[in-house]
Structures are given as C-alpha cells and as structure tokens.
C-alpha cells in the first residue's frame, strides 16, 4: 500500500490508496506512536513518503525505508491535483494561503510555486489565543462556541468611527480588532464573543497579507488551504467575505488540509 504523510507541527495528515481510491486520516502530531501502530495494524507491505516539519522524526520512528518530499513541493502537487480533481482552473496564476500551525503564502504558476512569505499568525494562534480569552483548548468545541459569539460587542469597524459620516473606505472594514475598550470595560463580552473576535483577527490578518502578495504577483485569485479551514465554517465565512471586501476571489478546496500528504502519495 502506499502511503503519504504530512507530519506538520500540530497534526499528522495521511493520504493512502485503497481500492485506487485516495482514502484520508488525521492524527496529532504530539502521538506519533498512534501513527506506527494504525500502519502496523492496517497494512503488511507499505512504501511511505513523508513530508512536513516532523517527517523526521516520524520516520526514524518507522521501521523500514521511507522516501521523503520537500513540503513546498508536496502540497504544490497535492493542490494542483485537487484544483484539477475539483474543476478549478487558474488562467493566470493564483496565491496560495496555508494556514496551518502558522501560515505559508505561495505564489504558484505555470504549475511552479514560489514561497513569498509566511505569517506566525495561524492555526496555533487560533488555539493559544482562544485559551487565554476562555479557557477552552478542544478544537471543535472552540468553533462551536465562536459561532454563536457577536464580534460586534468587541471589534471596532470604520463605520462606528465615522458614526454616520460616509466614509472613505466601505464602513464594513475592521478599523480595529478588539478596538471596542470602552465598551468592553462597561460590559465584560461573554466567552463566545470574544472566540469570535480571536477569529476574525486570525481571518483578516491572514487574508490581509494576501491581498497585498496578489497585488503584487498580479492575480486576483486566491486559494486557501490547512486545517485551520477545517469544519471551521467561520473561519472560512470570515476569509471568504473578507477577501471579497477587498476586491479579490477566494477559493477553497475540498480536502485543501490533505494538499501535502497527497503530493506526498502522488510522489512514490
Ligand atoms: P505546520 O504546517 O505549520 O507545521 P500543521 O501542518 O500541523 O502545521 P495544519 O494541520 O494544516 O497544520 O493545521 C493545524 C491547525 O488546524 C491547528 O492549529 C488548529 O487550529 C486546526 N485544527 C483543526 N482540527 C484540529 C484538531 N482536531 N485538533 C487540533 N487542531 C485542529
Ligand atoms: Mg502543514
């Protein structure tokens, strides 16, 4: 059987073949022994390509020779196959987001990449920022909680600064995220509120510096991928609307978190 695996910095991602079908898994990178031992159980013969900054140590782990693939390339070959797979065709070129435990930007044409530049502002963001505003440190739970939450009681926008005035730029920009002090000190924001906000800072921000590496490579369309976006509809709905706001095309892909260890797969 054959075997990609991204071993990113907070979860291990893993593309196999069944039935030549791609089939998918996910694993925390803090329990790698759970890796070996569903390879174990699972399969008898397997050739393993590896990709991601703990493909190392994963495949000292593994008994066996295992191929590896730089990550940058990996995930180029993975979105280019589910762009393909999923009818998405960039005429000409598009920037690449990964947003994972921090976030990798990529200009890709002419099916080559260039890494721009990367952002400490990311998934791990997401989970540490989200701790110290609630307490909470489960994923699925933080998502759940931030959708009932109002980023309205906590993030200040260009139209409350102009207060009816019409103003230069659309009103419904973020002028600044936790800028509402005044009414945060009148009324503490409640928990789910404020999981809101630490999203729409990590969305904006990320979106934010794609903008300006699309302005600069010329192309309006942008792709956003990592498991950040994972059954994260806010996240998504924030990046998708925000993007817009500001004149350029998001895209997301179905799987989009799989892009390396399927690049991984398609390299054996
Ligand atoms: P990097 O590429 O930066 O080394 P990575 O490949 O591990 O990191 P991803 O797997 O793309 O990164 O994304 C990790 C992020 O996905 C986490 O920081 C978290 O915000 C989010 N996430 C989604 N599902 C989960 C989950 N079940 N457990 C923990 N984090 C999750
Ligand atoms: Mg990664």
Redesign the pocket.
Known sequence: TKIGI????????VAYLDNNNIEFR?F??QQLDEVIKWITTNFERVEVCLT???SEILAQKLQGPTQTIV?FEATSKGVDYLANEQNLHFSNGFILA???????IHHMKDGKQERVIGSGV???T??GLSYLVSGETE??KIINLSLQGNRGNIDLKVEDIFEGAVPPISGDLTASNFGKLSKMMAEKPSKTDALASVIGLIGETVVTICIQVADTYQTSDILY????L???SILAGIMNNYTKLRGKQPFFLENG?FS?AIGALLSI
């Open positions: 991204d071993a990113g910095g907070t979860l291990v991602k996910t925390r990178s991601g900054g703990k990550e990964n947003v994972g435990t921090g976030t990798s990311g998934g791990g997401l989970l994923y699925e991928i990592g498991s950040t994972r059954s994260n978190e390396g």
